[in-house]
């Protein structure tokens, strides 16, 4: 496995080994002791899957806050996304800053989420299938969500806000500017 840093230290992109013969492919997805020891530490809780159809099918910016903040660990098994993470923690040196990558099965990578970022993907290819660890439960008091194509974000979305297909839920999500300080940089827990 190939642990490369981003524009934003603390977010990881990782190549996980994949093993093809005749059969087809063998591949560890996680493994906590080797994923600790590349500086991603996550006891992991809750495994979750998702199905989006449409290309241009967007979920987010989401988050859970403190004391029931998630870090996340994405990947994708069929199909591709373009995956963003805002860096939402008050003193910062990133704040407000995000990563964009593209996660796709056809790479076999993932993108490592750390407590005090909001999430979001878009989806580039039909019937796209995500898949995520995260290491604390789902908490809907503690969920919240940004405004996925605020313009203070400068996001690069793949698709036009108006051709976006996304939950009723997300249609109504702040403004970045509107966002409480639930996250203090070094304190994220
Ligand atoms: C996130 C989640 C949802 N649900 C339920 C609630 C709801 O009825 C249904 C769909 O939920 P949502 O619309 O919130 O699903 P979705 O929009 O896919 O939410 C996800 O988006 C991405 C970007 C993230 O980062 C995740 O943390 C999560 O917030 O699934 C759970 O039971 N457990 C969970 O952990």
Not at 46 to 53: A, E, I, R, T, V
Not at 59 to 67: A, E, K, N, S, Y
Not at 83 to 92: E, L, P, Q, T, Y
């Amino acid at each position: 496995m190939i642990v490369t840093e981003t524009n934003i230290p603390e977010v990881k992109l990782i190549a996980a080994k994949k093993f093809g013969d005749e059969r087809g492919f063998f591949s560890e997805t996680f493994n906590l002791e080797r994923y600790r020891d590349a500086g991603i530490s996550m006891d992991c809780v809750q495994d979750n899957h998702s199905m989006s159809g449409p290309v241009g099918t967007v979920r987010g910016l989401h988050f859970q806050i403190p004391p029931k903040a998630q870090a996340k660990l994405v990947r994708v098994v069929r199909g591709s996304v373009l995956d963003v993470a805002v860096d939402i923690r008050k003193g910062s040196p990133t704040y407000g800053q995000h990563v964009a990558a593209v996660i796709s099965a056809k790479d076999w990578n993932q993108l490592y989420i750390p407590k005090g970022f909001a999430h979001g993907f878009c989806t580039l290819e039909p019937d796209t299938e995500f898949l995520y660890k995260v290491d604390d439960y789902y908490s809907p008091e503690h969920e919240k969500g940004i405004q996925w194509d605020d313009p203070d974000l400068g996001i690069a979305w793949p698709v036009e806000g108006d051709k976006a297909l996304l939950s009723a839920k997300d249609t109504g999500n702040p403004g970045f500017a509107d966002l409480p300080d639930y996250f203090i940089y070094g304190k994220e827990g």
